[in-house]
């Protein structure tokens, strides 16, 4: 029997006006009851509730995750320690609104992070760049992340030195990708003609380390802070989102929280028959189960969401790319890999695999009702585009049958449709907020610390000596400590051709 005509109806659910169908998900009844009454034995309702009410859920590094409170706009009290967080957040509130209204005639910003420094406040710039509603404030919004000078010497081609504005993003102030594109930065304004004191009143930073950037040379009025209580990819709803603020207005950032706080109370008061993030990991959760599933894909049928897959790869992967639980033990499951990319583009990249393929590879296509242009042919566009999007899903759920091997699709390939009803900051922000609450779900499911990231470091540690043996320009490094042969050799290559 084919999935769909078993579980229509009964697997459609919404909140906010967001549709999630998890139809060709293909699991049944029994089984959704079953993966409920799991969450509930693996106390998924306590864990809820003690993120929201701020413990110190984190324990590696003994931390609530209270990311909430960074969007908690009715400013209900969120307590650490006794001491409510509330008016530190509002007061920063109050500074990017000021800081909105104070950069009139600036022609360029220039924001410095990387990972979850750049990766929210990059998608959120592409995604609302033509919502129909916003209008832009007219800055050229640039984003440096990467120590490759490419990019910034991209950027730096069309900055305009004396009108730029450059905000220094890093929740720990040591990275030194960050850090030293700050510096280039700082060099290319003074190399233009710009005094030191014009510098100083260019550059801003976004922290939780201040001390750092006081001692990077940063004026203390020009800090913007936030604290250790918000891992640096669940962040764009602090000032790492300023960009959103002085790119579309103080009301569309406010908007993009409001949608996420709406995504929050429903996450924290449905029960979780009807909890779209809860349903969404429960998916997950069961097809890896059933299927040992590796890798699942996030397709937005959204130019503008084309962002989103690799916001969401930092979400996922690294807050639940883990193979130790909470207690130290070894899992059994955690995060498959996350891709993706807008279609229909990507049905004419790597739907050939996702389609006959030998891995089963579950899918959430986003879809989203309204066009994002005011273009005379967006409307029939747009038919296209969702036609594209429903009809992969049938195709993958159902399969086709035939009598060349070559033309038979295997179907039972499951897949989400969330559909928003548009695309605009308060949406946005619910999505991203659904998806955060989901891959925090997931870790409870999994018992994984979704809120430390320790496997990031030794990589850096080890760059260092490289850097060194690179820096030496001699083609006789041999193996030691912290370089192996393959390296070694690696480094004299590079080395004999400088
Ligand atoms: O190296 C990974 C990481 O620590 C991410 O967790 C983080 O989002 C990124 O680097 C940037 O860190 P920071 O905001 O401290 O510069």
Same mark, same amino acid.
């Given at each position: 029997?084919?999935?769909?005509?078993?579980?229509?109806?009964?697997? %459609?659910?919404?909140?906010?006006?967001?549709?999630?169908? %998890?139809?060709? @998900?293909?699991?049944?009844?029994?089984n959704?009851?079953?993966?409920?009454?799991?969450? /509930?034995?693996?106390?998924?309702e306590?864990?809820?509730?003690?993120?929201?009410? $701020?413990?110190?859920?984190?324990?590696? *590094?003994?931390?609530?995750?209270?990311?909430?409170?960074?969007?908690?706009?009715?400013?209900?009290?969120?307590? !650490?320690?006794?001491?409510?967080?509330? =008016?530190?957040?509002? *007061?920063?509130?109050?500074?990017?609104?000021?800081?909105?209204n104070?950069?009139v005639?600036?022609?360029?910003?220039?924001?410095?992070?990387?990972?979850?420094?750049?990766?929210?406040?990059?998608?959120?710039?592409?995604?609302?760049?033509?919502?129909? $509603?916003?209008?832009?404030?007219?800055?050229?919004?640039?984003?440096?992340?990467?120590?490759?000078?490419?990019?910034?010497?991209?950027?730096?081609?069309?900055?305009?030195?004396?009108?730029?504005?450059?905000?220094?993003?890093?929740k720990?102030?040591?990275?030194?990708?960050?850090?030293?594109?700050?510096?280039?930065?700082?060099?290319?304004?003074k190399?233009?003609?710009?005094?030191?004191?014009?510098?100083a009143?260019?550059?801003?930073? +976004?922290?939780?380390?201040?001390?750092?950037?006081?001692?990077?040379?940063?004026? *203390?009025?020009?800090?913007?802070?936030?604290?250790?209580?918000?891992?640096?990819?669940?962040?764009?709803?602090?000032? +790492?989102?300023?960009?959103?603020?002085?790119?579309?207005?103080?009301?569309?950032? @406010?908007?993009?929280?409001?949608?996420?706080e709406?995504m929050?109370l429903?996450?924290?008061?449905?029960?979780?028959?009807?909890?779209?993030?809860?349903?969404?990991?429960?998916?997950?959760?069961?097809?890896?189960?059933?299927?040992?599933?590796?890798?699942?894909?996030?397709?937005?049928?959204?130019?503008?969401?084309?962002?989103?897959?690799?916001?969401?790869?930092?979400?996922?992967?690294?807050?639940?790319?883990?193979?130790?639980? /909470?207690?130290?033990?070894?899992?059994?499951?955690?995060?498959?890999?996350?891709?993706?990319?807008?279609?229909?583009?990507?049905?004419?990249?790597?739907?050939?695999?996702?389609?006959? $393929?030998?891995?089963? &590879?579950?899918?959430?296509? &986003?879809?989203?009702?309204?066009?994002?242009?005011?273009?005379?042919?967006?409307?029939?566009?747009?038919? &296209?585009?969702?036609?594209?999007?429903?009809a992969?899903?049938?195709?993958?759920?159902?399969?086709?049958?035939?009598?060349?091997?070559?033309?038979?699709?295997?179907?039972?390939?499951?897949?989400?449709?969330?559909?928003? =009803?548009?695309?605009?900051?308060?949406?946005?922000?619910?999505?991203?907020?659904?998806?955060?609450?989901?891959?925090?779900?997931?870790?409870?499911?999994?018992?994984?610390?979704?809120?430390?990231?320790? $496997?990031? *470091?030794?990589?850096? +540690?080890?760059?260092?000596?490289?850097?060194?043996?690179?820096?030496?320009?001699?083609?006789?490094?041999?193996?030691?400590?912290? !370089?192996?042969?393959?390296?070694?050799?690696?480094?004299?290559?590079?080395?004999?051709?400088?």
């Amino acid at each position: 029997m084919s999935l769909q005509s078993q579980f229509a109806s009964e697997n %459609t659910h919404a909140a906010l006006d967001i549709v999630l169908d %998890t139809a060709y @998900q293909g699991i049944n009844a029994g089984n959704w009851a079953k993966l409920f009454a799991d969450a /509930r034995k693996s106390q998924l309702e306590q864990f809820i509730v003690d993120m929201f009410a $701020g413990k110190r859920i984190n324990k590696s *590094e003994d931390r609530p995750a209270l990311h909430s409170a960074l969007r908690n706009l009715s400013k209900r009290p969120v307590l !650490i320690n006794g001491t409510d967080v509330m =008016p530190a957040v509002s *007061e920063v509130w109050h500074r990017i609104e000021a800081l909105c209204n104070k950069w009139v005639g600036v022609t360029d910003v220039i924001h410095i992070g990387i990972g979850g420094s750049d990766f929210g406040p990059r998608l959120a710039i592409e995604a609302l760049a033509h919502a129909p $509603g916003i209008e832009s404030r007219g800055m050229r919004m640039h984003f440096v992340a990467n120590i490759d000078t490419a990019e910034l010497a991209r950027v730096l081609t069309w900055a305009h030195p004396h009108s730029t504005r450059v905000i220094v993003v890093s929740k720990s102030f040591t990275t030194l990708e960050t850090s030293m594109n700050a510096k280039a930065v700082v060099a290319w304004l003074k190399d233009s003609g710009c005094s030191n004191s014009q510098v100083a009143h260019a550059i801003y930073a +976004v922290t939780a380390n201040v001390t750092a950037a006081k001692e990077f040379g940063i004026n *203390e009025d020009h800090i913007f802070p936030f604290w250790d209580w918000v891992g640096g990819r669940y962040s764009v709803w602090s000032a +790492v989102g300023l960009p959103i603020a002085l790119q579309y207005g103080f009301e569309t950032f @406010q908007q993009f929280l409001a949608g996420a706080e709406a995504m929050d109370l429903h996450f924290k008061n449905t029960p979780l028959e009807k909890n779209l993030p809860v349903i969404m990991a429960l998916a997950l959760f069961h097809q890896q189960e059933r299927h040992d599933i590796r890798a699942y894909a996030a397709i937005p049928y959204a130019d503008a969401l084309d962002w989103f897959p690799r916001w969401l790869q930092q979400l996922d992967m690294e807050s639940n790319g883990k193979s130790i639980d /909470r207690d130290g033990k070894p899992v059994k499951h955690s995060c498959p890999v996350v891709f993706g990319s807008a279609g229909s583009n990507a049905q004419h990249s790597y739907f050939q695999l996702l389609h006959q $393929g030998t891995e089963i &590879i579950p899918i959430d296509f &986003i879809a989203v009702r309204e066009p994002m242009s005011n273009r005379p042919e967006a409307k029939a566009h747009h038919r &296209i585009l969702l036609s594209n999007c429903l009809a992969q899903a049938q195709a993958l759920a159902n399969g086709k049958t035939a009598s060349n091997p070559n033309d038979v699709y295997p179907g039972k390939r499951p897949s989400n449709l969330l559909l928003l =009803p548009k695309l605009n900051a308060f949406y946005l922000g619910a999505l991203l907020a659904l998806y955060e609450n989901r891959t925090a779900t997931l870790g409870a499911l999994w018992n994984i610390n979704s809120f430390d990231q320790p $496997g990031v *470091e030794y990589g850096k +540690v080890l760059a260092k000596p490289i850097e060194q043996a690179l820096t030496s320009h001699q083609n006789d490094i041999v193996a030691s400590a912290n !370089i192996d042969a393959v390296t070694a050799a690696r480094i004299n290559l590079l080395n004999s051709n400088n």
